[in-house]
């Protein structure tokens, strides 16, 4: 069983569109970041959020943490072509010894079409 | 500041070989962890190090080794290739490897065992 379940895993839009990304985990976190992937690169971080609730805004993104450190979401006002790509969430488990250890869900290819 | 580089970016081995990968984190950060991502299981989290000391190690089998030099880059080793290996390996450093664990990733190097 994943960890970290990440919905939907595939996403395809009009340019335009309103999206929401879901990442939950019958876990607690101590932090939760997302990252955005393009073919044949690294994962690039976008935003980390580290208290229950926080609500983060990068441009057209807003990210939220869970109240519980749970669960997180991605929404994306107004998508463009450029946002497509693999967006992942990916966590640090509270307590015991997670050093350097990020837990990722499955991920979701979102394609926005012109 | 220079961002994680990774090197070779592409390798091409056959089974029983054995490779090295190359990491060098971001200046100052001392956190170097491990990732292995294929299409079916995504990223998975295969060892971390710190201070020249590994502290956290993931779920694959002994023949996935690494180090860490004094200077924090990272090598890891893979020995008896096996097909299954091939994937992206992916390497991420951070400042410490702890809270909030906010990993920075280098654009991998693509392994394919045939």
């Known amino acids: 069983t994943q960890l970290l379940e990440q919905s939907p895993q595939f996403l395809s839009i009009q340019e335009g569109e309103n999206l929401t990304v879901y990442c939950n985990s019958s876990?607690?976190?101590?932090?939760l970041q997302w990252y955005r992937q393009e073919p044949g690169e690294g994962p690039v971080l976008l935003v980390t959020?580290?208290?229950?609730?926080e609500v983060k805004k990068l441009k057209r993104l807003t990210f939220q943490f869970g109240d519980a450190r749970k669960d997180s979401s991605l929404h994306i006002t107004a998508a463009q072509p450029g946002d497509t790509g693999l967006y992942l969430c990916?966590?640090?488990?509270?307590?015991?010894?997670?050093?350097?250890?990020?837990?990722f869900g499955q991920g979701t290819i979102l394609t926005v079409h012109p | 500041k220079a961002g994680v580089t990774q090197t070779p970016r592409y390798l091409i081995k056959t089974r029983g070989q054995q490779v090295t990968l190359s990491c060098s984190p971001i200046?100052?950060?001392?956190?170097v962890s491990w990732y292995q991502q294929t299409p079916g299981q995504g990223l998975q989290f295969l060892f971390e190090?710190?201070?020249?000391?590994?502290?956290n190690k993931g779920n694959f089998p002994g023949r996935f080794s690494g180090r860490q030099f004094s200077n924090s880059r990272s090598e890891m080793n893979v020995s008896t290739l096996e097909l299954g290996d091939s994937a992206l390996y992916l390497c991420?450093?951070?400042?410490?490897?702890?809270?909030?664990?906010?990993?920075?990733f280098g654009p991998g190097t693509r392994l394919t065992v045939l």
């Open positions: 991420a450093s951070s400042l410490y490897g702890g809270r909030p664990n906010e990993q920075f």
């Open positions: 200046s100052g950060h001392r956190s």
């Open positions: 876990s607690v976190f101590s932090s």
């Open positions: 990916a966590g640090a488990r509270a307590g015991g010894t997670s050093y350097g250890k990020l837990t």
């Open positions: 959020v580290v208290t229950g609730g």
């Open positions: 190090y710190f201070s020249e000391t590994q502290r």
